[in-house]
T-cell receptor
Framework: AQTVTQSQPEMSVQEAETVTLSCTYD???????LFWYKQPPSRQMILVIR??????QNATENRFSVNFQKAAKSFSLKISDSQLGDTAMYFC?????????????FGKGTKLSVKP | EPEVTQTPSHQVTQMGQEVILRCVPI?????FYWYRQILGQKVEFLVS????????KSEIFDDQFSVERPDGSNFTLKIRSTKLEDSAMYFC????????????????FGNGTRLTVT
């Protein structure tokens, strides 16, 4: 069975600075997807970034980038130039390729606070 | 941008009562999902639904749970006889295409319904 671990329950960062959120996972699958979802106080789950495991290049979406280390089963999220609107819960999630339909395995989340 | 909408935002019910949580997925989406998040816990997959039938369900999704697409727009989750441990945030999601395959589109989540069973 797959597991996703986020070891940082809470983090804070000053506005405009950079923060990295950690995520590790355990799987015997070789092909899978990894995601970071953001859940602001509005409660909606918003996809931030995704990574296909077969791609060596780290995904980037504007101020958000990942450091994907497949051998180490690590998938950290870096937020550059943090903004107040980045304050939210961040969930790391795993999904194996093929078979499951929408069966995302989530971590427990990291609560990020961006301070002015 | 189209959104997944869920109603109500908060529902309080007594143990043993039936509850129906409602969702309106994005109109051109074909795959529908329910997830739940017990307070302080992980978000957990419950069920996926396609072509008017369940595609996959987790161990959580026992006989007390059912899903339905009663018309062309709504997607509902019914809990027949609620238990205290059913208290959680329930998220509906939809996607345009099949996940886990070619992955053509991401899941779009609603804002959730907070269910409190007393």
């Amino acid at each position: 069975a797959q597991t996703v671990t986020q070891s940082q329950p809470e983090m804070s960062v000053q506005e405009a600075e950079t923060v990295t959120l950690s995520c590790t996972y355990d799987t015997s699958e070789s092909n899978y997807y990894l995601f970071w979802y953001k859940q602001p106080p509005s409660r909606q789950m918003i996809l931030v970034i995704r990574q296909e495991a077969y791609k060596q290049q780290n995904a980037t979406e504007n101020r958000f980038s990942v450091n994907f280390q497949k051998a180490a089963k690590s998938f950290s999220l870096k937020i550059s130039d943090s903004q107040l609107g980045d304050t939210a819960m961040y969930f790391c999630a795993f999904m194996k390729l093929g078979g499951s339909q929408g069966n995302l395995i989530f971590g427990k989340g990291t609560k990020l606070s961006v301070k002015p | 941008e189209p959104e997944v909408t869920q109603t109500p935002s908060h529902q309080v019910t007594q143990m043993g009562q039936e509850v129906i949580l409602r969702c309106v997925p994005i109109s051109n989406h074909l795959y529908f999902y329910w997830y739940r998040q017990i307070l302080g816990q992980k978000v957990e997959f419950l069920v996926s639904f396609y072509n008017n039938e369940i595609s996959e369900k987790s161990e959580i999704f026992d006989d007390q749970f059912s899903v339905e697409r009663p018309d062309g727009s709504n997607f509902t989750l019914k809990i027949r006889s609620t238990k205290l441990e059913d208290s959680a945030m329930y998220f509906c999601a939809s996607s345009e295409a099949r996940q886990g395959g070619s992955y053509n589109s991401p899941l779009h989540f609603g804002n959730g319904t907070r269910l409190t069973v007393t």
